[in-house]
């Protein structure tokens, strides 16, 4: 599938401005499944049609390998009606979903690479902005620093970039940026510089605050998850463990009663 939408680039995934073409229906479902497939690094102006057309293909394949397979008697032919109406209905839920789960699979990885990579731009755009750098050139520099280690981040920060040396609005280029993440660091970042920008508050001293409690709420959740380990840890153990120890102890009892009768 990923050969048939877009090759991506590797450094420049979200460079592109994602637009629908001139004669495209420009609904709501069509907007949020561009988004979505742009996230999973599917950038093609036609990636939603693509896609469109890859699910049906797929639902049909599945659906006539099934009709296929009720009908010869060496697979389902035997089978009743009932559980030849369940495979049917399993292989059209198979080919409808399956394309939404591996477009979701990537999304959800890009996603966490975006969220995993945001400190470290944060404390390298406080670097800059300390050393007397404007917010802008600040983000141009980051997004050129960062690109080898977090391409996804890099893609982003440039377009944002972009937008505004174009002339673009700086709340409407953030709120974009926002909401072609959504990450919720990143739209608290967003709603910061922009505040900042109004309000004509020093934005080092905003962003060495924000880059502190987002650093702080990473290490609680990670002090959360290795907290949930000692209670998976013992309920293996005990389905591991308890079982075969009970086995151990009391399989010579038993011989030996039914040895005895």
């Not at 090759?7 to 069509?30: C, L, N, Q, Y």
Request: hydrophobic share 45%.
């Amino acid at each position: 599938m990923a050969m048939l939408l877009v090759s991506r680039a590797p450094d420049r995934v979200f460079e592109r401005k994602i637009r629908s073409e001139p004669g495209e229906p420009t609904s709501g479902d069509t907007v949020e499944l561009r988004r979505q497939l742009a996230q999973a690094g599917f950038t093609h102006p036609d990636a939603p049609r693509i896609f469109q057309r890859i699910r049906l293909g797929l639902l049909l394949i599945m659906v006539g390998l099934a009709a296929i397979a009720i009908s010869l008697p060496a697979l389902l032919g035997e089978r009743g009606a009932e559980e030849k109406g369940i495979v049917l209905v399993a292989a059209f839920l198979v080919g409808y979903f399956l394309p939404t789960m591996a477009v979701d699979r990537r999304r959800k990885a890009w996603m966490k690479r975006i969220s995993i990579a945001l400190p470290d731009a944060l404390d390298f755009m406080l670097v800059c902005v300390e050393a007397g750098q404007t917010t802008d050139l600040a983000l141009l520099r980051v997004a050129e620093e960062i690109r080898p280690v977090h391409p996804d981040l890099s893609a982003q920060l440039t377009t944002l970039n972009e937008a505004l040396t174009a002339g673009a609005e700086r709340h409407d280029a953030w709120h974009r940026l926002a909401t072609e993440t959504e990450n919720d660091d990143l739209r608290q970042l967003a709603t910061i510089v922009v505040q900042s920008g109004h309000l004509g508050t020093p934005i080092a001293q905003t962003l060495r605050v924000f880059s502190a409690d987002l650093r702080d709420r990473r290490v609680r959740q990670i002090e959360e998850r290795a907290n949930v380990l000692p209670t998976k840890m013992t309920l293996g153990t005990m389905i591991f463990t308890v079982p075969p120890l009970l086995i151990l102890l009391l399989a010579p009892s038993f011989y030996r009663l039914i040895m005895t009768n």
